[in-house]
């Protein structure tokens, strides 16, 4: 088995907020929405099931520390939660703060509009709530 | 606490297929793609974090289970597994066979095409299969 490696495209789109048991949490640069990802860090996977069963067990744990950080960040009307990974094949999982006056709403993010960036110092404000929030 | 009641658009827009500890299992009626849709048989659930722990921990076992039958039935591409209900309130989860070939492929099935309804034979006999991969 090779060793975990972040994959380069998650690596680009994402800055690294924490590390939790088991996952990477990245905040995808894409300010159009709260929008965390999870990382298995465990090589060669591509889907859920991938995941033996005590980790995934775990991962379940950790989706709802992420939702419950956006949450109390943001007090949002929704939170999405996906595995799709057609785009990226390393198993990584979207935790998304929705709202009724999101631009993509009611409709799914992906793919919907172009990223909008962060301001750098929005990002380091961002990032700062995010980690206190998650510890 | 109210009753649970399966929400009347996902009872429409499906058939059902069994009963886990948890979930009802339901078919999407759109045959584009092989799409099963779990819906945990707890009132007032909009989101996965609604869960307490330990429905969480059974919910991911059945989203394996549900991934598994679809894996053994088309091997397919990816298995897309997604919470999003924007459109539907009730907390329901989407475990869906994606295939590089697929209409919507590499984008989110979502909105992306109109349902293409089973014929009704084809219909009885994906109900068959998915009941006997899930058994």
């Known amino acids: 088995m090779s060793e975990f490696e972040l994959h380069q495209t998650l690596a680009a789109d994402t800055v690294e907020v924490t590390r939790f048991e088991l996952c990477h949490v990245l905040l995808s640069k ?3 929405y709260p929008w965390l990802i999870l990382v298995p860090a465990r090589a060669d996977m591509r889907d859920m099931h991938d995941l033996d069963p005590a980790d995934q067990a775990v991962l379940m744990t950790e989706i709802d520390r992420a939702s419950r950080a956006l ?5 949002p009307d929704k939170i ?3 595995a799709l990974g057609n785009m990226v094949p390393q198993l990584h999982i979207h935790v998304v703060a ?3 006056s999101d631009d993509a709403w009611p409709g799914p993010i992906w793919g919907a509009h172009p990223p909008r960036p962060y301001a750098a110092e929005a990002l380091e404000k ?3 709530s995010v980690r206190k929030a998650l510890s």
């Open 30 to 32: 894409d300010s159009r």
């Open 71 to 75: 949450l109390g960040l943001h007090a």
């Open 80 to 82: 999405n939660v996906a």
């Open 98 to 100: 929705r709202f009724h």
């Open 126 to 128: 961002t990032l700062a």
